[in-house]
């Protein structure tokens, strides 16, 4: 899905000897055609069905009537987006929050620009029948991505149970190598996201693995977000604007074409349209009117404020962070501010 920029037009060696008339022209066809030409932006991403209305610009090009052409650089391990954006490999991405607090600690100005959604179930730690609640996993192998929303969503189911990362074996892989590892026996718990939950679930017939936890049980605290660096912020606030409206362009459509939506997506996630619907369950996309809740104030785990608290403790006593940054470093909310109004 990479795409190349788009070269400027040049003035060959002859057609700079025209006669003025004709040069000026040229330049003005040229200077048009330029003006014309959609903004290119690129947004880092990983399979994912809460990016669903992503999925679904892309596909039908929503980002046209907003002047842009938006290319969705897929990356198999989100724990490399945030690099990826800091370094202008992609303009923006598609992280967790709990990843925006770490890089926000860590002395980088990446900033939410808009809420995408939070997680419903869609992220989870399964495991072998064997194993009924949290407390059965102390001294067990686990599977999950360090520095990643599942290595995040563990932390906190381990913590209900007074419990702590040294307290199991961790095993480093990536979301989507946790099916086959659970299904060679190697691991008893792992800890993954859709698709590869359904994949999981779906082995021996739905009878082999479970869900012990998931992010219904904490809700709001691993929520989807669109994030771009302040120098981008600063630089493109009018692709960034469009990149917004697109989503909401998006969102609508899903809505208004549930059907037509779920094989849009299913086509990018390589999974059935029937399998879309069903792994949508376990997300909430959040609506416009429901945005600037995000930014405000509250103690409530859908606010940054509330899960951004508990995210930072968390992260704190892990030692991923050293200090937990103030909220209001974490997001620029003009852009949502603006069209909500």
Known sequence: MNTAKPSLPTLSRRERFLKPALGLALS????????????SMKLATVVWVGYGPF???????????????????????????PAAIASGAVDGGMLTYDQVVGQVAAGRAMKVVMPIDYSNGGDAIVADQSITKVADFKGKKIGYNPLS?????????LKTVNLSEKDITPVNMTPESVPAAMASGQLPIGVTYEPSLSQILGQGGGKKFKV????????????????????????????????????????????????????????LMGVSAAEVKEQLKGVYNIPLAEMPKAFAKSKETTSYYGSGEVIGQLLKAKGQITTIPPTEATFHDAFVKALAK
């Open 28 to 39: 003005l066809a040229t200077a048009g055609a330029m003006a014309q030409a959609p903004a």
């Open 55 to 81: 999925y679904v610009a892309d596909a039908l090009n929503l980002y046209k009537k907003h002047g842009l052409k938006v290319s969705l650089q897929v990356f198999n391990d989100p724990a490399l987006i």
């Open 149 to 157: 929303p599942s290595d995040f969503l563990l932390s906190y189911a």
């Open 212 to 267: 012990v936890f998931s992010s219904k049980d904490a809700p709001g605290l691993i929520a989807d977000v669109l994030v771009f660096d302040q120098k981008v912020i600063q630089a493109k606030p009018k692709e960034i604007e469009g990149i917004v409206k697109t989503y909401l362009d998006g969102l609508a459509y899903m809505k208004a074409k549930p059907d037509e939506s779920a094989k849009i997506i299913g086509k």
